[in-house]
């Protein structure tokens, strides 16, 4: 057997020229408000991606580069003029800080109407509480909306999680068993991984270990999400490993092509999202 390959980025593809027919139908452009401290590369890199891909679809991104030595003070005062600024829908904190700045403090100081990430407590808590209305994190979403579009109804089905962080694992977790999936989730002490993996109708690997899991750990017809991005010898791989798991699964992403275009994606939803609460005349 030869799995079906999920392509993210076709998806992504989609998905991007539907927000873009909304967007063009809206009285002013979303936008998306991103804090970016310091000149860690690839966070400059993702937030130039984030800008692109916003404004291609007629939304406004404003990247607000600010300075490595930039105080907790001037940090705060700036997310807080970003709350009182009616034409800014969606805020974002790009991590990871320097040291010196208190990330969790800068993500509660984020409007939760415009927590457009989804990482502040209150958001999180909604989504524990399977409330609809919780401003869900864009990566599991996106592994979401994959999995429905290639699976139809995941009622009942297992799945595995691989990873328990708080951007990915957790939220994930209470994402599937809110669609009413029974969730396992993995960590780094997890006893008999391999076997527990191997038991799942879903499984999502978000763990940041190349090619870790392999063929024999998955159950043959099952469906696999790698959300992880890793490099050997500078090429980009994910933690499933791919050559061995395609002839098991029925299902597979790629990395990269796979979950990675559709989180962005996926952000950009929430901001959508975001505006139309926040211009309450404009919900259906
Ligand atoms: P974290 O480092 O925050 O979390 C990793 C999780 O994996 C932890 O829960 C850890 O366990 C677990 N883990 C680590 N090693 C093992 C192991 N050998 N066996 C089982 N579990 C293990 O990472 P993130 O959640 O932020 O990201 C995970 C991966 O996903 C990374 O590669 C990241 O680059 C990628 N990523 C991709 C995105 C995308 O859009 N495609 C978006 C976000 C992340 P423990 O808790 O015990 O330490």
């Given at each position: 057997?030869?799995a079906?390959?999920?392509d993210?980025?076709?998806?992504a593809?989609?998905?991007?020229?539907?927000?873009a027919q909304k967007?063009?139908?809206?009285?002013?452009a979303p936008h998306?408000a991103?804090?970016?401290?310091?000149?860690?590369?690839?966070?400059i890199i993702?937030?130039r991606n984030?800008?692109?891909?916003a404004e291609a679809?007629?939304?406004?991104?404003t990247?607000?580069?600010?300075?490595?030595?930039?105080?907790q003070?001037e940090?705060?005062?700036?997310i807080?003029q970003?709350?009182?600024d009616?034409?800014v829908?969606g805020?974002?904190?790009q991590?990871?800080?320097p040291?010196?700045?208190?990330s969790?403090?800068?993500?509660?100081?984020?409007n939760h109407?415009?927590?457009?990430?989804g990482?502040?407590?209150?958001n999180i808590g909604?989504?524990?509480?399977?409330?609809?209305?919780a401003?869900?994190?864009a990566?599991?979403?996106a592994v979401?909306?994959?999995?429905?579009?290639?699976l139809?109804?995941?009622t009942?089905?297992?799945?595995v999680?691989?990873?328990?962080?708080n951007?990915v694992g957790?939220?994930?977790?209470?994402?599937?068993?809110?669609h009413?999936?029974?969730?396992t989730i993995a960590?780094s002490?997890t006893?008999n991984?391999?076997?527990?993996?191997?038991?799942a109708?879903?499984l999502?690997?978000?763990?940041?270990?190349?090619k870790?899991?392999k063929?024999?750990w998955?159950k043959p017809g099952?469906t696999?999400?790698?959300?992880?991005?890793?490099?050997?010898?500078?090429?980009?791989?994910?933690d499933?490993?791919?050559?061995?798991a395609k002839?098991?699964?029925?299902?597979?992403?790629?990395?990269?092509?796979?979950?990675?275009?559709m989180?962005v994606?996926?952000l950009l939803?929430n901001t959508?999202?975001?505006?139309?609460e926040q211009?309450s005349?404009?919900?259906k």
């Open positions: 057997m030869t079906n390959i999920i993210g980025k076709l998806m593809q989609e998905l991007r020229e539907q927000l967007v063009a139908h809206l009285p002013t998306l991103v804090i970016l401290v310091g000149n860690d590369e690839a966070s993702y937030d984030k800008k692109k891909a679809i007629g939304m406004k991104c990247i607000h580069h600010l300075d490595e030595n930039t105080t003070e940090l705060l005062r700036l807080q970003l709350n009182a009616s034409s829908n805020i974002i904190v991590m990871p800080l040291r010196h700045l208190n969790e403090l800068m993500i509660e100081s984020i109407a415009k927590d457009v990430d990482f502040g407590i209150y909604l989504l524990h509480s399977n409330d609809s209305s401003m869900v994190a990566t599991p979403q979401l909306y994959m999995l429905q579009q290639s139809g109804d995941i009942g089905k297992h799945a999680i691989i990873g328990r962080s951007i957790r939220p994930l977790a209470s994402l599937l068993l809110n009413h999936c029974t969730v960590h002490k006893v991984l391999s076997k527990i993996a191997a038991s109708d879903i999502v690997s978000a763990c940041g270990v190349a870790m899991v063929g024999e998955v099952a696999v999400i790698d959300v992880g991005i890793n490099r050997i010898d500078g090429k980009l791989c994910g499933v490993d791919f050559d061995e002839e098991v699964a029925a299902y597979i992403t790629p990395v990269p092509g796979g979950v990675g275009p989180t994606t996926m939803n959508l999202r975001a505006y139309i211009n005349s404009l919900k």
